[in-house]
């Protein structure tokens, strides 16, 4: 059987859990449904097996469009589910569990009913589900077998598993595997292994299918690596942000953004020595290094959060050396930082409350300006949360696209401290498309991160920060993360200079 998911939509309130997602599976095969906990895997299956209704969609099966509600609808298109928890009446034997589960399964007879059983059970390998055993007394396992057995009885051409491999046993497992191969390859039927076990799926599949975050990723033949299955599944390897070289569409300018001059820095840990640097409109720069190398100084020196011990700073021109905080965001400097909670944001107060303290200057604040003002820009920004939610209980995305809401629109220069902490890796490219965008006006920016592929993705030129000596990259086009990982650990063989 050939089935075609088309443009399949799922929402449960705000979460969307399957948006768009389009797929076939070819009879014959075994198809691993892969993603982490919560990608939208179960609801996709439930849908396909009538255990849940779809927002919006279509299911195609060898050509023809069908529309069913219910799983007996779904069991009469061929259409059967293993659920997570398998639903069994309690009370009864194996046997008779098997011919209540029968389409007029009460006329088969007890006999004949129990030679069905034993045949399709034995065929699969199932050897000890006895008839006469009552479904209290079997193992999950053994309610599994039952339940295939029970769905192949039903004529079932498709077989989808939920995560069956979770409490079975080593030997269940291996049972398991067996006649699910069987089914597929020597039957011809479909068999849907939901997992998020790179294991089951890499000993089963012939290919697989990668939900995350209720969006298809992509499908794949088997084999693949554990390696490419995670980057799947987790999005190393997505495709990055497009990304403009520097200055296009700028006009040069021949005053940088800020511009250091022998600045000697003072962080927690090392002293940063003589570092000169010029960074120019819409230039990124990314700071490379191990905690405590050397990088923070440097981003909080470019706000006017340390003064230089020695040097000078300008910002467009003007000499700010030894200025204050205000005076560089007066100057068109913007800092986000890493503690968000701690700097960016203000604990306890409400979102609100936060928009009015960048964008209110009078004495007396509008609040009725505040909240609307505050309402366009969770809508622009894309922050779940009310005006009146109070910061802290907002997701680390959602704080994370608040700071950047309260951020000016054009600053000439964006100081980010690990800008993408913690976030998940939608939440993640959704900030660095925000940052493109400022970059493209103009804008300069310059961040740390922890992330080496982070900083080689989006930066133009690198900082390599080993106990306050400073290696620069000035391609990061022409540098890769084991070259990278080399120079943060003070290992300069690999030095692009
Ligand atoms: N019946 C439901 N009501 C509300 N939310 C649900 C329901 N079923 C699933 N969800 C949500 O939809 C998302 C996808 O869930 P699910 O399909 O179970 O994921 P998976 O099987 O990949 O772990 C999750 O965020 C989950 O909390
Ligand atoms: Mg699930």
């Keep these: 059987m050939n089935i075609e998911l088309r443009h399949i939509h799922k929402r449960f309130g705000p979460v969307h859990a399957n948006n768009d997602i389009n797929l076939t599976f070819q009879g014959g095969r075994i198809i691993g449904i892969l993603g982490e906990n919560g990608a939208g895997k179960s609801t996709l299956m439930k849908i396909l097996s009538g255990f849940q209704s779809l927002d919006s969609g279509e299911i195609w099966m060898d050509g023809q469009r069908v529309d069913y509600t219910g799983p007996e609808a779904a069991i009469e298109h061929g259409v059967g589910m293993l659920q997570q928890d398998p639903l069994d009446v309690a009370a009864f034997t194996v ?26 059970s034995w065929r699969f390998g199932f050897f000890d589900l006895d008839p006469d055993t009552p479904i209290a007394q079997l193992s999950i396992g053994q309610r599994q077998q039952l339940e295939i057995v029970r769905l192949l009885s039903q004529g079932v051409k498709t077989l989808i598993l939920d995560e069956p491999t979770t409490g079975i046993s080593a030997e269940q497992k291996v049972v398991l595997f067996n006649a699910l191969r ?23 599949c012939d290919e697989v299918a990668v939900l995350r975050a209720g969006r298809l990723v992509g499908t794949r033949a088997m084999p693949a690596t554990t390696r490419e299955l995670v980057a799947m599944m987790f999005g190393q390897e997505l495709p990055p942000v497009k990304r403009e070289p520097v200055g296009e569409g700028l006009r040069p300018s021949p005053t940088p953004a800020i511009e250091l001059d022998r600045a000697q820095l003072r962080g927690k840990r090392v002293t940063v020595s003589e570092l000169s640097l010029r960074v120019q409109p819409g230039e990124i720069i990314g700071l490379a290094g191990l905690e405590g190398s050397g990088q923070e100084a440097l981003l909080r020196a470019c706000v006017g959060l340390i003064k230089p011990q020695a040097g000078r700073i300008q910002l467009c021109g003007e000499d700010v050396t030894g200025k204050s905080y205000r005076h560089f965001l007066r100057c068109g400097c913007a800092f986000g930082a890493a503690g968000r909670l701690e700097e960016g944001l203000v604990g306890g107060l409400t979102l609100t409350e936060h928009i009015a303290l960048v964008n209110e ?18 809508k622009q920004y894309n922050v779940r949360g009310r005006p009146d939610s109070r910061i802290e209980t907002l997701s680390g995305g959602n704080q994370q696209r608040m700071l950047m809401a309260l951020m000016p629109p054009k600053p000439v220069l964006m100081v980010l401290e690990q800008p993408t902490r913690g976030l998940d890796v939608d939440s993640a490219r959704w900030i660095w498309q925000q940052l493109l965008e400022r970059r493209a006006t103009g804008t300069a920016i310059i961040f740390s991160s922890p992330e080496l592929d982070e900083i080689v993705t989006y930066s133009d030129r690198i900082l390599v920060f080993y106990a306050g000596r400073v290696t620069e990259i000035p391609d990061a086009s022409r540098t890769n993360i084991d070259e990278l990982g080399r120079l943060i650990g003070g290992h300069s063989d690999g030095a692009a200079q």
């Design 95 to 120: 046997l008779e569990n098997f011919i209540y589960g029968q389409r007029g399964g009460l006329s088969l007879g007890r006999k004949a009913a129990r030679d069905r059983l034993k045949e399709i």
């Design 182 to 204: 069987e089914l597929a390859h020597n039957e011809g039927m479909t068999v849907l292994l939901v997992s998020h076990k790179l294991e089951d799926v890499i000993a089963l």
């Design 361 to 378: 200057y009078q004495p007396v604040v509008d609040w009725n300006r505040a909240r609307r003002l505050t309402q366009e820009q969770l």
